[in-house]
């Protein structure tokens, strides 16, 4: 019997579809990472998130693998190179997670602009300030205002769908995607920062983009601009970001995501006021994590049957 391994927490009606298709499952989400590559020889197939790491002691002793599902878009955390050489197949979910995505970065776009983490935190800090602070919060609105997106994939068209929604005009750049129905295309990514109110980062890490916006891009920007990161870690220079906004160049810093993470205590960005952070939950929702879960399952399915 073809057997599957499960290695991060999904959904179980990912376990069910894959019963159902006559699979044997193992449910390994609870399992210490580094107890994997002792039982992962067995297993025909692995479903992946985030947090397992197929690469080096994990791939070697995979024998018998075939396929790897992951339970959402990056493949950062498989070596490709490796998977290929050994003809394993690699399928993703890269639609499931969009709106969660999204919605994650009009949270940022909304919380900067009225600034609720800042009042929540000092309220909560000490009652007293409850008066003083309705004056120092005084703030503005998002209608009228311009979105650029740096990225206008699924991720980036979703947020644009949403924001144009809520008055605002939305511009952006992709390198490989000249037209978009819905965002005002520009031809470089410097005509977007110069003119955006707000910049969306929807781009993977590679050598490219890593560091892309760095002291040079951040001083394009208007000033006051707020940036919104829950693409990837590395795409920012976080020193760079620091900088930027104790000259306040950069109205605020959101973002879901770091170079390392978890960050490094003394990490500046931890420390500044208009810096809005997640941990990294950007497809981190009930309904894109069952909507991941069910398409990793059917897709591991899939090329399981043609493989």
């Given at each position: 019997m073809t057997k599957v391994i499960l290695t991060d927490k999904l959904n179980e009606k990912a376990v069910e579809i894959l019963e159902e298709a006559g699979f044997e499952v193992k449910v390994a989400w609870d399992l210490p990472k580094e107890e994997i590559p002792q039982?992962?020889?067995?297993?025909?197939?692995?479903?992946?998130?985030?947090?397992?790491?197929?690469?080096?002691?994990?791939?070697?002793?995979?024998?018998?693998?075939?396929?790897?599902?992951?339970?959402g878009v990056g493949l950062d955390n498989i070596d490709l190179e490796v998977t290929m050489?050994?003809?394993?197949?690699?399928?993703?979910?890269?639609?499931?997670?969009?709106?969660?995505?999204?919605?994650?970065?009009?949270?940022?776009?909304?919380?900067?602009?009225?600034?609720?983490?800042?009042?929540?935190?000092?309220?909560?800090?000490?009652?007293?300030?409850?008066?003083?602070?309705k004056k120092e919060?005084?703030?503005?609105?998002?209608?009228?205002?311009?979105?650029?997106?740096?990225?206008?994939?699924r991720i980036g068209t979703s947020l644009a769908v949403k924001c144009k929604a809520l008055g605002l005009t939305v511009i952006g750049y992709d390198a490989y995607v000249p037209e978009n129905p819905v965002v005002e295309m520009k031809s470089s990514i410097e005509e977007v920062?110069?003119?955006?109110?707000?910049?969306?980062?929807?781009?993977?890490?590679t050598n490219e983009t890593k560091h892309m916006i760095g002291k040079?891009?951040?001083?394009?920007?208007?000033?006051?601009?707020?940036?919104?990161?829950?693409?990837?870690?590395?795409?920012?220079?976080?020193l760079a970001a620091h900088e930027a906004l104790e000259s306040g160049q950069l109205g605020y810093y959101c973002t879901d995501v770091f170079e390392k993470e978890p960050p490094e205590p003394e990490n500046p960005l931890l420390?500044?006021?208009?810096?809005?952070?997640?941990?990294?939950?950007?497809?981190q929702t009930e309904e894109g994590s069952y909507r991941a879960s069910v398409q990793a399952a059917e897709r591991v399915i899939e090329a399981l049957k043609s493989s």
């Open positions: 039982i992962i020889g067995e297993y025909d197939a692995m479903i992946i998130r985030s947090a397992t790491k197929v690469r080096g002691e994990l791939l070697e002793k995979a024998v018998n693998l075939k396929v790897i599902g992951r339970a050489n050994r003809g394993i197949k690699v399928v993703n979910t890269p639609a499931a997670t969009t709106n969660s995505v999204a919605e994650l970065a009009l949270t940022m776009i909304l919380a900067s602009t009225r600034d609720v983490v800042k009042g929540t935190n000092a309220i909560k800090e000490n009652p007293s300030v409850y008066k003083s602070m919060l005084f703030s503005r609105e998002i209608d009228g205002k311009t979105l650029g997106l740096i990225g206008t994939g920062v110069k003119n955006a109110d707000y910049i969306s980062l929807h781009l993977p890490l040079e891009m951040l001083y394009m920007m208007k000033k006051g601009v707020v940036l919104i990161n829950c693409a990837r870690g590395g795409i920012v220079d976080e420390q500044h006021d208009h810096v809005i952070i997640s941990p990294h939950i950007g497809a």
